[in-house]
T-cell receptor, first 118, second 117 residues
Framework: DQQVKQNSPSLSVQEGRISILNCDYT??????FLWYKKYPAEGPTFLIS?????DKNEDGRFTVFLNKSAKHLSLHIVPSQPGDSAVYFC?????????????????FGQGTILTVHP | KAGVTQTPRYLIKTRGQQVTLSCSPI?????VSWYQQTPGQGLQFLFE???????NKGNFPGRFSGRQFSNSRSEMNVSTLELGDSALYLC????????????????FGSGTQLSVL
Protein backbone atom coordinates (compact mmCIF):
# COMPACT_ATOMS: atom_id res chain seq x y z
CA ASP A 1 0.00 0.00 0.00
CA GLN A 2 1.91 2.99 -1.35
CA GLN A 3 0.46 5.95 0.55
CA VAL A 4 2.78 8.46 -1.13
CA LYS A 5 3.35 8.19 -4.86
CA GLN A 6 5.59 10.01 -7.28
CA ASN A 7 4.35 8.76 -10.61
CA SER A 8 7.07 10.31 -12.75
CA PRO A 9 10.36 8.40 -12.36
CA SER A 10 12.24 11.10 -14.25
CA LEU A 11 11.96 14.66 -15.54
CA SER A 12 14.20 16.51 -17.98
CA VAL A 13 14.20 20.32 -18.11
CA GLN A 14 16.20 23.02 -19.84
CA GLU A 15 18.22 25.41 -17.69
CA GLY A 16 16.25 28.54 -16.83
CA ARG A 17 12.86 26.89 -17.30
CA ILE A 18 10.47 25.71 -14.61
CA SER A 19 10.69 22.22 -13.10
CA ILE A 20 7.47 20.80 -11.66
CA LEU A 21 7.67 17.65 -9.57
CA ASN A 22 4.46 15.99 -8.48
CA CYS A 23 3.41 13.84 -5.57
CA ASP A 24 0.09 12.19 -4.68
CA TYR A 25 -1.00 10.78 -1.34
CA THR A 26 -3.89 8.79 0.01
CA UNK A 27 -3.86 9.27 3.79
CA UNK A 28 -5.88 12.30 4.88
CA UNK A 29 -4.19 12.17 8.31
CA UNK A 30 -0.88 13.47 6.95
CA UNK A 31 -0.20 16.83 8.62
CA UNK A 32 3.12 17.89 7.07
CA PHE A 33 4.63 17.35 3.66
CA LEU A 34 8.33 17.62 2.92
CA TRP A 35 10.64 17.53 -0.05
CA TYR A 36 14.15 16.11 0.08
CA LYS A 37 16.87 16.28 -2.52
CA LYS A 38 19.46 13.54 -2.97
CA TYR A 39 22.71 13.67 -4.90
CA PRO A 40 24.56 10.44 -5.79
CA ALA A 41 26.71 9.07 -2.97
CA GLU A 42 25.10 11.46 -0.47
CA GLY A 43 22.17 11.20 1.89
CA PRO A 44 18.94 13.11 1.23
CA THR A 45 18.87 16.71 2.43
CA PHE A 46 15.82 18.68 3.47
CA LEU A 47 14.59 21.17 0.89
CA ILE A 48 11.22 22.63 1.86
CA SER A 49 8.08 21.67 3.77
CA UNK A 50 4.45 22.68 4.06
CA UNK A 51 1.86 22.24 6.76
CA UNK A 52 -1.46 20.69 5.81
CA UNK A 53 -3.22 23.90 6.86
CA UNK A 54 -1.46 25.89 4.14
CA ASP A 55 -1.64 25.68 0.37
CA LYS A 56 1.66 27.29 -0.57
CA ASN A 57 5.13 27.73 0.86
CA GLU A 58 7.96 29.52 -0.87
CA ASP A 59 11.71 29.55 -0.25
CA GLY A 60 13.79 31.28 -2.88
CA ARG A 61 13.54 29.39 -6.17
CA PHE A 62 11.52 26.61 -4.55
CA THR A 63 7.75 26.67 -4.02
CA VAL A 64 5.59 23.85 -2.78
CA PHE A 65 1.86 23.79 -3.50
CA LEU A 66 -0.63 21.64 -1.63
CA ASN A 67 -4.08 20.73 -2.93
CA LYS A 68 -5.75 18.87 -0.08
CA SER A 69 -8.97 18.11 -1.92
CA ALA A 70 -7.00 16.38 -4.67
CA LYS A 71 -4.45 14.94 -2.19
CA HIS A 72 -1.73 16.31 -4.40
CA LEU A 73 1.38 18.37 -3.87
CA SER A 74 3.91 19.76 -6.26
CA LEU A 75 7.36 21.30 -6.07
CA HIS A 76 8.17 24.13 -8.47
CA ILE A 77 11.75 25.15 -9.14
CA VAL A 78 12.13 28.45 -10.97
CA PRO A 79 14.50 29.01 -12.66
CA SER A 80 16.00 25.53 -12.88
CA GLN A 81 19.78 25.23 -12.71
CA PRO A 82 22.10 22.34 -13.65
CA GLY A 83 23.03 22.02 -9.96
CA ASP A 84 19.40 21.12 -9.25
CA SER A 85 19.92 17.80 -11.04
CA ALA A 86 19.26 15.20 -8.36
CA VAL A 87 16.66 12.75 -7.08
CA TYR A 88 13.74 14.47 -5.36
CA PHE A 89 11.69 12.65 -2.74
CA CYS A 90 8.42 13.86 -1.35
CA UNK A 91 7.50 12.71 2.14
CA UNK A 92 4.37 12.93 4.23
CA UNK A 93 4.21 13.00 8.01
CA UNK A 94 1.59 11.52 10.28
CA UNK A 95 1.37 12.09 14.03
CA UNK A 96 1.74 9.03 16.22
CA UNK A 97 0.52 9.04 19.81
CA UNK A 98 1.74 6.20 21.96
CA UNK A 99 2.39 5.85 25.65
CA UNK A 100 1.52 9.46 26.34
CA UNK A 101 4.09 10.85 23.90
CA UNK A 102 3.65 12.26 20.44
CA UNK A 103 6.08 11.82 17.58
CA UNK A 104 6.04 11.60 13.83
CA UNK A 105 6.37 8.99 11.13
CA UNK A 106 7.44 9.85 7.60
CA UNK A 107 6.35 8.02 4.46
CA PHE A 108 8.44 8.69 1.36
CA GLY A 109 7.59 8.48 -2.30
CA GLN A 110 9.64 6.57 -4.86
CA GLY A 111 11.57 9.63 -5.99
CA THR A 112 11.85 11.55 -9.26
CA ILE A 113 15.16 11.98 -11.06
CA LEU A 114 15.43 15.59 -12.23
CA THR A 115 17.94 16.41 -14.96
CA VAL A 116 18.49 20.06 -15.84
CA HIS A 117 20.31 20.52 -19.14
CA PRO A 118 22.56 23.56 -19.70
CA LYS B 1 28.97 20.17 14.18
CA ALA B 2 29.56 16.71 12.71
CA GLY B 3 26.78 15.20 10.60
CA VAL B 4 25.27 11.75 10.71
CA THR B 5 28.00 9.15 10.23
CA GLN B 6 27.35 5.71 8.81
CA THR B 7 29.85 2.88 8.64
CA PRO B 8 30.87 1.03 6.63
CA ARG B 9 30.29 2.87 3.37
CA TYR B 10 30.19 -0.29 1.28
CA LEU B 11 29.60 -3.94 2.13
CA ILE B 12 29.60 -7.10 0.05
CA LYS B 13 28.08 -10.21 1.58
CA THR B 14 26.81 -13.55 0.36
CA ARG B 15 23.37 -15.06 0.84
CA GLY B 16 22.77 -16.49 4.27
CA GLN B 17 25.30 -14.29 6.02
CA GLN B 18 24.41 -11.60 8.52
CA VAL B 19 25.47 -7.98 8.58
CA THR B 20 25.61 -5.14 11.10
CA LEU B 21 25.50 -1.50 10.06
CA SER B 22 26.39 1.38 12.34
CA CYS B 23 25.05 4.92 12.66
CA SER B 24 26.29 7.82 14.79
CA PRO B 25 23.70 10.61 14.97
CA ILE B 26 24.33 14.30 15.25
CA UNK B 27 25.37 15.21 18.78
CA UNK B 28 22.30 15.87 20.91
CA UNK B 29 19.91 14.02 18.62
CA UNK B 30 17.99 11.29 20.40
CA UNK B 31 15.91 9.90 17.54
CA VAL B 32 17.47 7.60 14.96
CA SER B 33 15.54 6.18 12.01
CA TRP B 34 16.61 3.65 9.41
CA TYR B 35 15.49 3.49 5.79
CA GLN B 36 16.08 1.15 2.88
CA GLN B 37 16.45 2.69 -0.57
CA THR B 38 16.01 0.59 -3.68
CA PRO B 39 15.40 1.71 -7.27
CA GLY B 40 11.69 2.16 -7.89
CA GLN B 41 10.73 1.74 -4.23
CA GLY B 42 12.04 4.98 -2.84
CA LEU B 43 12.82 5.16 0.85
CA GLN B 44 11.18 2.41 2.86
CA PHE B 45 10.98 2.97 6.61
CA LEU B 46 12.55 0.23 8.71
CA PHE B 47 12.34 1.45 12.31
CA GLU B 48 12.90 4.37 14.65
CA UNK B 49 14.68 4.39 17.98
CA UNK B 50 14.38 7.00 20.71
CA UNK B 51 16.16 6.81 24.04
CA UNK B 52 17.20 3.19 23.41
CA UNK B 53 13.61 2.08 22.69
CA UNK B 54 12.16 1.06 19.35
CA UNK B 55 9.21 3.39 18.96
CA ASN B 56 8.09 2.65 15.45
CA LYS B 57 8.52 -0.16 12.96
CA GLY B 58 7.94 -0.55 9.24
CA ASN B 59 6.78 -3.61 7.31
CA PHE B 60 9.99 -5.58 7.16
CA PRO B 61 10.54 -9.20 8.22
CA GLY B 62 12.00 -10.07 11.58
CA ARG B 63 15.41 -10.63 9.95
CA PHE B 64 15.80 -6.87 10.18
CA SER B 65 16.50 -5.66 13.70
CA GLY B 66 18.18 -2.79 15.39
CA ARG B 67 19.16 -1.25 18.65
CA GLN B 68 20.19 2.06 20.12
CA PHE B 69 22.80 2.65 22.77
CA SER B 70 22.79 5.13 25.64
CA ASN B 71 24.90 7.57 23.57
CA SER B 72 22.19 7.46 20.84
CA ARG B 73 24.41 5.55 18.43
CA SER B 74 22.43 2.89 16.61
CA GLU B 75 23.10 -0.37 14.87
CA MET B 76 21.00 -2.26 12.36
CA ASN B 77 21.36 -6.00 11.85
CA VAL B 78 20.14 -8.13 8.98
CA SER B 79 20.34 -11.87 9.46
CA THR B 80 20.16 -14.61 6.81
CA LEU B 81 20.78 -12.20 3.95
CA GLU B 82 18.79 -12.57 0.74
CA LEU B 83 19.59 -11.21 -2.73
CA GLY B 84 16.69 -8.77 -2.38
CA ASP B 85 18.34 -7.15 0.62
CA SER B 86 20.81 -5.44 -1.71
CA ALA B 87 20.12 -1.77 -1.21
CA LEU B 88 21.34 1.52 0.19
CA TYR B 89 20.62 1.67 3.90
CA LEU B 90 20.19 5.18 5.23
CA CYS B 91 20.22 6.34 8.79
CA UNK B 92 18.65 9.64 9.82
CA UNK B 93 18.66 11.52 13.11
CA UNK B 94 16.56 14.25 14.63
CA UNK B 95 16.31 15.93 18.00
CA UNK B 96 13.15 14.28 19.27
CA UNK B 97 11.56 12.42 16.38
CA UNK B 98 8.89 14.95 15.46
CA UNK B 99 9.89 14.43 11.83
CA UNK B 100 8.95 17.80 10.39
CA UNK B 101 6.65 19.20 13.03
CA UNK B 102 7.72 22.20 15.15
CA UNK B 103 10.32 22.97 12.50
CA UNK B 104 12.32 19.87 13.38
CA UNK B 105 14.43 18.53 10.53
CA UNK B 106 15.61 15.05 9.72
CA UNK B 107 19.30 14.72 8.86
CA PHE B 108 20.52 11.77 6.81
CA GLY B 109 23.86 10.04 6.64
CA SER B 110 25.44 9.08 3.31
CA GLY B 111 24.29 5.50 3.73
CA THR B 112 25.77 2.03 3.58
CA GLN B 113 25.58 0.34 0.17
CA LEU B 114 24.98 -3.36 0.78
CA SER B 115 25.44 -5.86 -2.02
CA VAL B 116 24.34 -9.45 -1.46
CA LEU B 117 25.80 -11.98 -3.89
Amino acid sequence: DQQVKQNSPSLSVQEGRISILNCDYTNSMFDYFLWYKKYPAEGPTFLISISSIKDKNEDGRFTVFLNKSAKHLSLHIVPSQPGDSAVYFCAARVDVNAGGTSYGKLTFGQGTILTVHP
Amino acid sequence: KAGVTQTPRYLIKTRGQQVTLSCSPISGHRSVSWYQQTPGQGLQFLFEYFSETQRNKGNFPGRFSGRQFSNSRSEMNVSTLELGDSALYLCASSLAGFQGRFGEKLFFGSGTQLSVL
